[in-house]
């Protein structure tokens, strides 16, 4: 029953209580977990990032797995490991969140969408290869809602056209197309581990690839160019030495510039903190085993410190 409110505002009859659009599963593990990374010590990338891309690598069947900051962060660093660069076109989906569009324009490239299929709301292939011109550098299909986009037409095309797929898997673990694990099809992909998703560490994403040289150029520009990441620095086992400028990426008026001299254009590290478990918020569609959390243990003798 719902009652009539002034000003045409409506609220159900008989709730006095806050009714939330989403709701995360976190239990005692996972508050424990926060608490553990907070008496370590080690509050940034470490032994449980490490072992979070290990496990998530393996679960989507990718040889790379690179924890980032956010989905937003994972789809501006794919974009910008495959090369893209100002006045470029990237085919994407109008039927997404702003943020796959607005990585296109950071890096000063032009969106061009492609239509949906009406009864699916995923990418049209057929569309796509309308939108297809000499300056198209790449495809961002956007599966939804757990469905997967039609990735053969649109990896027939890529290949045909020389283009690279970035695959916007937000909403996509796990899902399977054709029996493969999304994560493990496109060139790049990326996901999200906001709050809403089925996996959650409060914020953060993953890029998952199968080349070893988008995964070496992910992990350098992910840290401003960094040649070696807080755990390489601060371990026993580690070294303080560092170089800034290894793979970065150069703005378009510092192409001229050596290349060790290039810097990033926006810090994209993850975070232990966000928060220190991953853990599927529906237990039972994924296999906690498989997704491993993203805590960080206690070090002894690691220093404190602030990269």
């Not at 050596?258 to 853990?279: D, K, M, Y």
């Amino acid at each position: 029953m719902i009652s009539q409110q002034p000003l045409g505002k409506t609220i159900p009859e008989g709730r006095t209580s806050f009714l939330p659009f989403y709701r995360p599963w976190i239990d005692e593990r996972e508050i424990s977990e926060v608490v553990d990374t907070l008496r370590s010590g080690w509050l940034t990338m470490g032994p449980k990032t490490i072992q979070f891309e290990e496990k998530f690598g393996a679960y989507v069947g990718a040889k790379h797995a690179l924890a980032v900051n956010s989905c937003t962060a994972g789809l501006h660093l794919a974009l910008d490991v495959a090369g893209i660069q100002p006045g470029d076109e990237v085919i994407t989906s109008p039927y997404t969140f702003a943020a796959t569009a607005n990585v296109v324009l950071h890096l000063k490239a032009r969106p061009v969408l492609a239509d949906v299929v009406p009864d699916t709301m995923l990418l049209d292939p057929a569309d796509v290869a309308r939108k297809i011109t000499p300056r198209t550098r790449a495809v961002i299909p956007v599966h939804i809602a757990g469905a997967p986009c039609d990735m053969d037409p649109l990896l027939e095309l890529a290949a045909r056209h020389k283009l690279v797929v970035i695959e916007d898997a937000a909403h996509a673990l796990p899902t399977r197309y054709k029996g493969r694990m999304v994560g493990s099809i496109g060139d790049l992909s990326v996901f999200s581990f906001y709050a809403g998703k089925n996996l959650t560490t409060g914020e953060g994403g993953m890029v998952t690839t199968e080349s070893d040289e988008y995964a070496e150029r992910l992990r350098t520009r992910r840290l401003h160019g960094i040649s070696r990441d807080a755990w390489k620095r601060y371990t026993a086992e580690g070294s303080w030495y560092y170089e800034i400028g290894a793979g970065a990426a150069a703005a378009p008026e510092a192409a001229d510039v050596p290349r060790r001299a290039q810097l990033l254009r926006q810090p994209l590290p993850a975070r232990s903190l966000r928060p220190a478990r991953g853990e599927p918020a529906h237990r039972g569609v994924v296999d906690p085993a498989c997704l491993a959390p993203l805590r960080h243990a206690a070090q002894p003798g690691v220093p404190h410190h602030r990269p």
